[in-house]
């Protein structure tokens, strides 16, 4: 085996119950879902373990909700001794405030205050949406956000790109997608142009409540969104939560900064598979790990 990643997923990620599994075999995973509890001043446990579903997937809940499950599968593994040291870490958009936990950087109750913060700033600010182009080479859709005005959210990996923007450029965007061969073009259930310029109220709102909290230099760089570059300053790693607000994320680009510092092996620690699933699709033949499989084994 190589050099090990941590990585952390992102919105969308999310399911009632998630978590629940960490709680039940580790005392410090339970205190974790505690002091987030604490630190929101109500019972976010409840909806994370309980549902219902309809509340879960409010944006203000599920960006806290995520983090708060993700921590848990963090500090459960590592008690259980089932995490290799890594020599980097990222999170999928919101999933860097969690590898920044993971990491040591921030406190996880600083983390789901902002990122509650963060959800509730984007519920205000919600303009347009988000479409998944699945099957379209990067380039044509690069020159089809230029057309229509939309812009390039997530690349997630070959073939798998997200559009951000206003509804008509969307459904402008959508039509010449698969007019030029695009497989599937699916609308996501999201409540505004994440990723986008759109959002630059969110950056703008957020940048006060980012500079108020104490982040520590991480035990090992994080991966950026924004450009895929390790980042271990604590400067640099609060202008990159604020600058990940608008900008695209570079996934493609962290699992191949990851493998140039000779990353084989991926551990996706949260809720859900998704980035299991785009690790091997950009780089032929590492392997991953998923923490819901492994505390359930």
């Given at each position: 085996?190589?050099?090990?990643?941590?990585?952390?997923?992102?919105?969308?990620?999310?399911?009632?119950?998630?978590?629940?599994?960490?709680?039940?075999?580790?005392?410090?995973?339970?205190?974790?879902?505690?002091?987030?509890?604490?630190?929101?001043?109500?019972?976010?446990?409840?909806?994370?373990?309980?549902?219902?579903?309809?509340?879960?997937?409010?944006?203000?809940?599920?960006?806290?909700?995520?983090?708060?499950?993700?921590?848990?599968?963090?500090?459960?593994?590592?008690?259980?001794?089932?995490?290799?040291?890594?020599?980097?870490?990222?999170?999928?958009?919101?999933?860097?405030?969690?590898?920044?936990?993971?990491a040591g950087a921030l406190d996880v109750e600083d983390a789901v205050r902002l990122v509650r913060r963060r959800g509730q700033l984007m519920e205000e600010h919600g303009l347009g949406g988000m479409v998944a182009v699945i099957g379209l080479d990067t380039d044509k859709l690069i020159e089809i956000a230029g057309q229509t005005g939309v812009e390039i959210a997530n690349f997630n990996a070959p073939g798998q790109i997200t559009l951000s923007g206003r509804s008509e450029a969307l459904e402008a965007a959508s039509e010449l997608a698969k007019a030029q061969g695009a497989r599937r073009v699916i609308p996501l259930p999201v409540n505004g142009a994440f990723h986008s310029s759109l959002m630059q109220p969110v950056a703008d709102a957020l940048w006060g409540d980012i500079q108020k909290v104490s982040v520590a230099a991480p035990s090992v760089p994080l991966l950026a969104n924004v450009d895929a570059r390790p980042l271990t300053d604590p400067d640099d790693l609060r202008a990159e939560l604020r600058d990940h607000i608008t900008a695209s994320v570079q996934w493609i680009g962290i699992v191949e900064q990851a493998t140039s510092m000779g990353v084989d092996t991926f551990y996706e620690i949260g809720p859900g598979k998704v980035l299991s699933g785009l690790a091997p699709r950009i780089v032929?033949?590492?392997?991953?790990?998923?923490?819901?499989?492994?505390l359930a084994s």
């Open positions: 085996m190589g050099n090990i990643a941590w990585t952390f997923p992102g919105q969308g990620s999310q399911s009632v119950g998630m978590g629940w599994d960490a709680a039940e075999q580790s005392d410090d995973a339970r205190r974790v879902f505690e002091r987030v509890d604490d630190a929101l001043g109500f019972a976010l446990s409840e909806i994370i373990f309980n549902g219902p579903q309809e509340e879960l997937v409010k944006t203000s809940i599920q960006q806290p909700a995520i983090v708060a499950a993700s921590v848990a599968h963090f500090v459960a593994l590592s008690e259980a001794g089932q995490l290799p040291d890594p020599v980097c870490v990222a999170g999928h958009s919101l999933g860097e405030y969690s590898a920044l936990v993971a032929k033949g590492c392997q991953t790990h998923q923490s819901q499989q492994m």
